[in-house]
């Protein structure tokens, strides 16, 4: 028996022991699935567990290793996977009761990816129904909880990897995110998340929300795990057509070359409607957080970044354009739940009405609340003055952010307003809850790749808080770069990640 | 209970009718439009199918680059101009065959648009028929109603089949077609026939109505006639119907009178049409209603998200302009005058889908009443028996031009060459090896003639002498007996003369 406890180690540590032999990767695997026994009950990160293929994939990569065979960086090194990714042989419901019991007969690219790349997948972890929601409580399964205070939301709709990684159930976890739900769950766990750019990462068999806003991401601990999981995922897909054909970004060097703590000529932009700092874009800030962000610049700044100011007026109708471009493609995306096929079936006397009455009973409140949304802005006589407007605001975005990376090599903004709220606070106040993206969403209307690590704890309520970073499309690398840079400097300070400061949750019997 | 109708002339007296048609063309790509799966009409149900066309969570479609160059090339035959780039779209509806609930098509930005098509009547008559757009769409999967009649009402349950799910195909939508009057429904059924004669020339797809490769929908609407003087086109357009899926060239025509007659019989009572879909019934010639405008869908079209769009280089518009075959009407009436067909045997040569064959087969030498002969009479024969086309029988237009020239050459006859044809179409070898290896060639030898004449004219004495006499038909019984002899071989020309000369009288 090992005495080290290896869930407190970051990937990239367990990566290197496993090739030392230090430890095996059924011991990490293991290790793992205990302590998802020990504290998910009330954690509820996720909604699926696959110890036996988990340990299946691990078993083999050993034996591999015994023999000698080359292997893949993260060979060995178990990962969860948001439940929005289909996964071949593996119950998948992207946390909608519609989804039910599904157990889908192929696999999506990124877990195609990560069984090539050799990892174990653990389970599959809990979000908002389709991914629509900021807290995990649109879950059809149960809302998961924040391992920083229970009673809080764990961000969303990706709170269920977020809150594995700060549970330390997972070293590694995969995320969607299509208006902040990578980044925005990072930030109230204290962790990282990145969105790639739009068509880094295949979405092939990534159960879609808003195929135009969509983009699977890598989230970790560190920024380094997080590129190396970047590395894994990413890369041309035939299979989506909307897939860049390019090589993957050379994240993993980029965020080794950022931990050297020099910023020497990188322009930083600071988002003046996002920064909470100024007349223009104060509003719903928290002080912590605000103080916490202007820290963060002091410290790009004394690695010598220089911090510029740099204007998006448009991003004033970012809110707005995307609550019409989002309910219109997920109301189409969400018609195949039709009972036809798969999922739910609620059996009437015609077609129609067992259409009717299995996606009455399958979706949940926000998922209906959209999709009628949509279904209106789309409709005959609506189109031009909603979806329409809304393709030309998302055109001004881009424009803006063309504009604002003329003057700065990266952008960076709190990735929230605010600390994690208390669960049921914002339920019934669906804009108050929409409100909580509001930094995140631009960067998916541009297509562009932001990253979330955290910043420190706010001193108000302790709670973490997040700093994001947005760079242009293609140049993902320079979130690593720069990212790095900013956790090297706080994890000095902290003597050690942010999240070993997370309180100790409770172990089960 | 049948509605109320005129007959199709008197429909026609009254009113001047307004008339469009979508024809939906099944493309014969080897895999369906945006997923790998085969594109093969009549598999096991459900064995074509993949996550892709099941619309399984997840999944998502790239486009066939194939189906694309063929809807370009058929554009580029029906004179569109083709866009430089071109968005997908999705309509949205809620459908058990629709596997996705919504259908990836074009809609405000079709591929292929304001295009124009001569349509040649039978007299010669060429009408141009405008041509709004052609776009690319996949085909829904099919239902089966078990129980009850076979449709959607009283069956006990449905079945769907996604093997369909897919398909690719090119929707070809006319302008309002003006002005034909009591023509209308002839003209309507020659515009199908020519799509579907293009659509096999262009190779695209088999253009089979009767496996439904070729669906068309039928808009009819009439409007009054305007007064003696004045502008018809001032008159503006009545309600329309929409008659969906009439299958055959029959169909069109029966479909139009049916509608023209209903419609005026409405008109005539002064009560209003109203803008709906009908069905058409093969069996009893009639439609039935469908949707009403009132009732129909609004399919929420936008932009299909997983997909870029369709940006065709203006280089291979142009390679593939290249590659567009002459317009089928056209090109019977040039190689009628070419080949100096009359009327009926050009008709003929057409309905026997025949002209490929004997263009090749002239190409490779042979006359064209030569071609036409072998492949409109022995081939034609064979072909029949044998259940396929023409161009599947196994002997090709050079072979048959080859055998044409033996028998011109006069090494074998017509008899010989008909032996030889039965060789070729064994598998055999060509025609010339055939003639060597069964020994089939005419007896051009005299000496052996002469031999079998006097070995003939021997054994009937008294021929000899009728001949003699001056009654020279009397050698045809010569003739006879010297062919038997030589199993057919000889020269019957050539026995005649040498029995002439032996009898000693002039041919």
Known sequence: ?509 | MTAARVSYDEAMEDFDPVFGIEVHVELNTKTKMFCGCANEFGAEPNTQVCPVCLGLPGSMPVTNEKAVESAIRLGLALGCSIRESSRFARKNYFYPDLAKDYQISQYDEPTCYEGSLDVVLDDGTVVEIGIERAHMEEDAGKNTHVGGSGGIQGASHSLVDYNRGGVPLVEIVTKPITGMGERTAEVARAYVATIRDIVRALGISDGRMDQGSVRADVNLSLRAKAPAGEDQDAVPFGKRSETKNVNSLRAIERAIHFEAGRQAALLSDGKPVVQETRHWHEDTEETTPGRSKEEAEDYRYFPEPDLLPVEPSREWVEELRGTIPEHPAKQRARLKDEWGFSDLEMRDVVAADAVPVLIATVEAGATPQAARKWWMGELARVANDQGVSLDELSVTPAEVAELQSLVDSGRINDKLARQALQGVLAGEGSPTAVVEARGLEVVSDDSALEKAVDEALAAQPDVLQKIQDGKVQAAGAIVGAVMKATRGQADAGRVREIILQRAGVEG
């Open chain 1, 1 to 509: 028996m090992t005495t080290v406890d290896w869930t407190r180690k970051t990937a990239a540590q367990m990566a290197a022991a496993l090739k030392a032999g230090e430890v095996t990767s059924v011991e990490l695997t293991q290790a793992h699935l205990d302590r998802i026994a020990a504290v998910d009950g009330p954690v509820h990160a996720f909604l699926h567990l696959d110890p036996e293929g988990a340990l299946e994939t691990a078993r083999k990569v050993d034996e591999d290793r015994a023999a000698g065979v080359e292997l893949p960086a993260l060979a060995g090194v178990p990962v969860a996977v948001k439940d929005v990714l289909v996964t071949e042989g593996l119950p998948t419901t992207a946390g909608s009761r519609i989804l039910e019991g599904w157990i889908p007969p192929y696999d999506s690219t990124v877990s195609a990816n990560l069984k090539a790349a050799r990892m174990p997948i653990l389970g599959k972890t809990n979000m908002d129904e389709f991914a629509m929601g900021s807290s995990t409580e649109h879950s059809g399964y149960g809302p998961t909880h924040n391992p920083w205070d229970l009673d809080r939301i764990p961000g969303g709709s990706g709170g269920g990897s977020a809150a594995a990684l700060a549970a330390f159930e997972a070293p590694l976890a995969i995320g969607s995110d299509t208006g902040g739900s990578i980044r925005q769950p990072a930030s109230v766990t204290a962790t990282v998340g990145v969105k790639p750019t739009y068509g880094g990462v295949s979405r092939y068999g990534a159960i879609a929300l808003a195929s135009s806003l969509d983009q699977l991401g890598p989230c970790g601990r560190t920024v380094l795990d997080t590129a190396m999981l970047h590395e894994v995922m990413g890369g041309h897909d035939e299979k989506d057509a909307t897939s860049l054909d390019e090589p993957v970004p050379a994240c993993v060097d980029a965020a080794m070359q950022g931990a050297t703590k020099d910023l020497t000529g990188v322009k930083v932009g600071v988002i003046k409607e996002l920064s909470g700092s100024s007349d223009d874009g104060g509003e719903g800030y928290q002080a912590g957080v605000k103080q916490r962000f202007e820290e963060s610049l002091e410290r790009l700044k004394a690695m010598g970044a220089e911090i510029v100011e740099v204007s998006c007026p448009s991003f004033e109708y970012a809110l707005a354009a995307y609550y019409l471009i989002l309910p219109s493609e997920a109301s189409s995306n969400l018609a195949k739940f039709d009972s036809v096929r798969f999922g739910l079936r609620v059996e009437k006397d015609t077609v129609e009405k067992t259409m009717l009455a299995t996606r009455a009973e399958g979706f949940g409140d926000e998922a209906k609340r959209r999709i009628i949304l949509g279904t209106y802005a789309l409709s005959a006589g609506y189109y031009d003055a909603y979806y329409g407007s809304a393709q030309k605001v998302r055109t001004l975005i881009q424009r803006d952010f063309a504009a604002a990376f003329e003057q700065a090599d990266v952008l960076v903004s709190p990735t929230t307003p605010t600390t994690p709220f208390k669960l049921g606070e914002r339920l019934d106040d669906p804009l108050a809850m929409y409100l909580n993206d509001v930094a995140t969403i631009p960067a998916n209307l541009a297509g562009i790749p932001g990253m979330s690590l955290p910043s420190g704890l706010a001193p108000e309520d302790g709670l973490p808080v997040g700093f994001q970073i947005l760079a242009p499309a293609h140049e993902d690398a320079r979130l690593y770069r720069v990212g790095a840079a900013l956790e090297a400097s706080l994890t000095e300070e902290w003597g050690g990640a942010l999240s070993a400061q997370a309180p100790e949750l409770e172990v089960a019997g």
